[in-house]
């Protein structure tokens, strides 16, 4: 029986479809999103851990017409694939019209023609494909180039997003930016988005900075789906050869024998020494069955094809840095985040990670959190959630992003400073102000690499109370079946892990270090 998704199944009951293939799930994508790209697909998680398996599905409608491909450039490696006549026709034979009426499809939108309004259109789609990987996800209006609220419907040209997700809590609408913008054109954007109200503290608006960047270093590995390729042309070879000389060859036997056959002009000098560079990397190889053997592996290889993130997080923070720091300038821009209104603004290679913390209200986020606080030691019984969260010390109100609040025991509050800039404002100003008599618990929640990042620039600069506690926990992890430890964090380091007790002698929340429990 088909395992559907989360997602699939959403589809098939709204749609009033008995079932769904994986064919008329791509051709819907495509419907709502304009454009896919095979690394696209793969986030949506819709056809496995794997990119081939989506590969293949985009090559088949392609070869049967109901989709077209092509590449962004004569000299570029990506391609993108987008509906054709026959596509639209079977999808509206597919959808009832009332339901893609409430998706609000536009059947007429195509593709942009220049080659930078493409490009932006395709980045632009990330944000979606990432929130289709989510568990909770469910397909939701995915509007392209929208209107900004609060702009007269007459007017010239009006300020539209590049794309905005409405769900059940807010609508999220994404800006994209592809490092072409300068400062000023940013705070421009940015200057509309308030006029337009989405920073009062009762907006159901949200606003996402999407930042993409492109490799400037070329990776020494090889993506595992070429690879794949690779060495499913040359055991090929190695079968045809065994059969041709009734033996079974070793690697030696086979590479010598290859050698001196004609097949050898069906093999480039390059795909060659790949092939003996992959075999000097896998020298368990000594039989055709060894190769086949490691061919599967790489089908099934879920590794991104990407080289290290590593190189584009270094981009994003310098762009981070360079043309988004002025933003809480602006004293209505300084008073929303004192309010706890969050501006996202995220690298594009990071969305699937972040993107749960960016919709946070619509994706189950409040249960997972219980679980969290629940694994690492808390009696959940008489905690209230709420978002944004308010409390009060002896002189200051605070609020923050999100937590949870207890008539005895206090406040957890819980931010995300990776991806929401306004969390810079409400943490400095909890630490500048608040005072020995305030007992808070404070949990970081983001990838560890970049807490640590916040915690080295950031943190360091305010010195805070012994009486507030600053903790950590990876967002990885935290939907994973096991949830997350949560550490705490100590002099800027993230340090050893802890449980969360509620003490009824003293009325008040302790942080325990489990290695105290393991004596």
């Known amino acids: 029986m088909t ?7 959403s589809l098939c009951a709204n749609a009033r479809l008995f079932s769904i293939t994986k064919k008329e799930l791509d051709l819907f994508l495509l419907l709502q999103t304009n454009t896919i790209t095979y690394r696209q697909l793969y986030a949506t998680k819709l056809h496995g851990l794997t990119e081939t398996s989506g590969r293949l599905s985009l090559k088949r409608l392609e070869a049967e017409g109901f989709i077209y491909g092509k590449q962004l450039t004569a000299h570029s490696q990506i391609k993108y694939f987008y509906l054709s006549a026959k596509g639209r026709v079977f999808l509206k034979k597919l959808l009832p019209s009332e339901y893609t009426e409430s998706l609000l499809i536009n059947w007429e939108k195509r593709p942009p023609t220049g080659t930078q309004q493409l490009l932006h259109r395709i980045r632009g789609n990330d944000f979606y494909f990432s929130y289709i990987s989510l568990s909770a996800s469910q397909p939701r209006p995915w509007i392209l180039e929208p209107k900004l609220p609060g702009f007269s419907e007459f007017q010239n040209n009006p300020p539209r997003s590049d794309g905005c997700l409405y769900c059940s809590h807010f609508a999220y609408y994404v800006e994209q930016d592809n490092g072409t913008q300068s400062e000023n054109v940013l705070l421009n954007k940015l200057k509309n988005y308030i006029h337009a109200g989405f920073f009062r503290s009762d907006s159901k608006n949200r606003l996402v900075f999407c930042l993409a960047f492109s490799h400037r270093k070329k990776s020494d590995q090889k993506p595992a789906f070429s690879i794949y390729k690779l060495l499913l042309k040359f055991t090929k070879l190695w079968k045809l050869l065994e059969r041709t ?5 070793d690697y030696l036997q086979f590479m010598q024998t290859l050698a001196t056959s004609p097949l050898k002009e069906t093999v480039s000098s390059k795909e060659l020494s790949s ?8 020298p368990e190889i000594q039989s055709l069955k060894d190769a086949d053997a490691l061919k599967k592996a790489y089908l099934h290889d879920s590794a991104t094809p990407l080289a290290s993130d590593e190189e584009l997080d270094t981009f994003f923070q310098k762009r981070l840095k360079s043309h988004f720091s002025s933003f809480y300038d602006d004293p209505q821009m300084l008073l929303s985040a004192l309010e706890g209104v969050p501006l996202y603004i995220c690298a594009n290679h990071q969305l699937p990670s972040y993107v749960p913390l960016i919709t946070a209200e619509d994706v189950s986020f409040q249960e997972k959190i219980f679980e969290l606080l629940f694994y690492n030691g808390l009696n959940t019984d008489n905690w209230r959630f709420h978002s944004p969260v308010k409390f009060h010390s002896a002189s200051y109100n605070f609020t923050f992003r999100m937590g949870l609040q207890h008539n005895i025991y206090g406040t957890l509050a819980i931010e995300f400073p990776s991806v929401d800039l306004s969390s810079h404002i409400r943490v400095r100003h909890f630490f500048k102000n608040s005072t020995v008599y305030t007992h808070i618990a404070l949990l970081l929640i983001g990838k560890k690499k970049d807490i640590e990042h916040y915690c080295r620039f950031f943190l360091n600069r305010y010195p805070h109370s012994s009486s507030m506690h600053l903790l950590f926990a990876d967002i990885e992890s935290i939907y ?4 997350a430890p949560i550490y705490q964090i100590r002099e800027g380091k993230i340090a050893s892990s802890i449980l969360l007790e509620c003490d009824e002698f003293d009325e008040q929340l302790h ?3 489990k290695e105290e429990y393991d004596l």
Do not use: D, G
């Open 3 to 9: 395992q559907y998704t989360p997602f699939e199944k």
């Open 245 to 249: 000389h009734e033996l079974e060859l």
């Open 275 to 282: 092939f003996e560079n992959i075999c000097r990397l896998h």
């Open 480 to 483: 994973h079946s096991v949830p």
């Open 511 to 513: 942080i325990r270090h």
